[in-house]
């Protein structure tokens, strides 16, 4: 149990918010199917198993803080492993997304609004400070090189990106026309806008790694699915800005800009589309060249995956077209399939105790 705590990484939390993903899009399809009640029982119990498991992490990952705060400044000094602290606050503004999607199956929507909102304004703190202590930092380590670079490194972008989602959700749900629906959607869109240029600006810098450097080692391969995120976060929440719009008092109504909205969704959409087929290109190129053996970052391919499946369920319910639909179909069960596979290999090291080890 001593070792378990005091090597508790911060990458933990990745399961929960892929867990949670794979609850909201196979919820999407549930409803797209007629409102397969089947399927609508099984994104409840993702969406419970996303809740155990954040319970289950939040506890050792507290106590590290205070009783292993020298392996916890080196997690954060860590080039790749601190960019995974911030996927504690994400959980919790994904458990609060798919609370607002599939808890209306099992409570009443009114029931939701405190919970709801507490997973925002949490979230929401916890991925600004998280944000502004990842990039201190790297703005202060002199042992910055350009093979530290890999998508990884997006994870801080993302982590700002989807805090809108939630927000224009609970606007649109609960806060139209009040003051609190006003604040939170100008930190919504504060939100947005660091998280887009930080994902420019990143970006820029690991394109430049992968096109001039190396390959990455195969136990960091998975971070390359991460790319995908960023742009089908922001589909999704320029199809929540809809209806959000309308209950600001800024002056702005959803008819002046869903033709808009439609575009830009449709140009992320396509971006992420491109990055999916080129992640498979390069997950192929590793298994044929270097190997690809199970590691726990495995899990950096279950959040990007749901994130893209949710992102053409999203945009499908504004610009009705079937490919989007397949999208969701076929994202959403390989989604499944890749989260199976993952969850069995984890638990197989989590037996043979090598989960909780030094490095």
């Not at 087929?277 to 279950?302: E, Q, R, S």
Request: include cysteine.
């Amino acid at each position: 149990m001593t070792n378990a705590i005091r090597y508790f990484g911060p990458q933990w939390f990745g399961t929960a918010m892929g867990t949670g993903a794979l609850a909201i899009s196979m919820a999407l399809v549930s409803e797209r199917w007629d409102s397969n009640k089947p399927l609508e029982v099984v994104s409840q119990i993702f969406l419970f198993l996303t809740i155990a498991m954040f319970a289950l992490y939040i506890v050792p990952w507290t106590i590290r803080f205070f009783k292993y705060p020298a392996e916890v400044k080196q997690d954060l000094n860590h080039l790749t492993k601190g960019q995974f602290f911030p996927t504690m606050p994400i959980s919790l503004i994904v458990i609060g997304i798919a609370l607002a999607k599939i808890g209306p199956t099992m409570w009443s929507d009114s029931s939701l609004r405190v919970p709801i909102l507490t997973l925002f304004i949490a979230g929401t703190v916890g991925i600004f400070i998280f944000g502004f202590i990842l990039v201190t930092v790297m703005y202060r380590s002199k042992n910055v090189e350009l093979g530290h670079g890999v998508y990884a490194w997006y994870i801080p972008p993302v982590s700002h990106l989807i805090i809108p989602v939630l927000g224009f959700i609970l606007i649109a749900r609960y806060y139209s026309g009040t003051f609190m629906g006003d604040v939170v959607f100008v930190i919504s869109m504060a939100a947005w806008g660091i998280g887009f240029f930080l994902f420019l600006f990143v970006g820029s810098i690991v394109y430049h790694r992968y096109a001039y450097g190396d390959l990455p080692l195969p136990k960091v391969a998975p971070t390359f699915m991460i790319g995908i995120a960023p742009t089908a976060i922001m589909t999704v929440a320029l199809v929540k800005l809809a209806p959000a719009i309308n209950g600001v008092s800024f002056g702005l109504s959803s008819a002046q800009v869903l033709p808009v909205i439609k575009l830009f969704a449709l140009a992320m959409w396509g971006f992420s589309v491109w990055w999916f087929i080129l992640a498979a290109i390069l997950f192929f190129y590793y298994l044929k060249t270097m190997g690809h053996p199970f590691v726990f970052a495995w899990w950096a391919y279950t959040f990007p995956l749901g994130a893209f499946a949710i992102s053409a369920g999203s945009i499908g319910s504004i610009m009705d077209f079937p490919t989007f639909w397949y999208n969701l179909y076929v994202v959403n069960f390989l989604l499944l399939f890749m989260w199976i596979i993952i969850v069995c290999h984890t638990i197989r090291i989590v037996w043979q105790g090598k989960a909780f080890m030094p490095g």
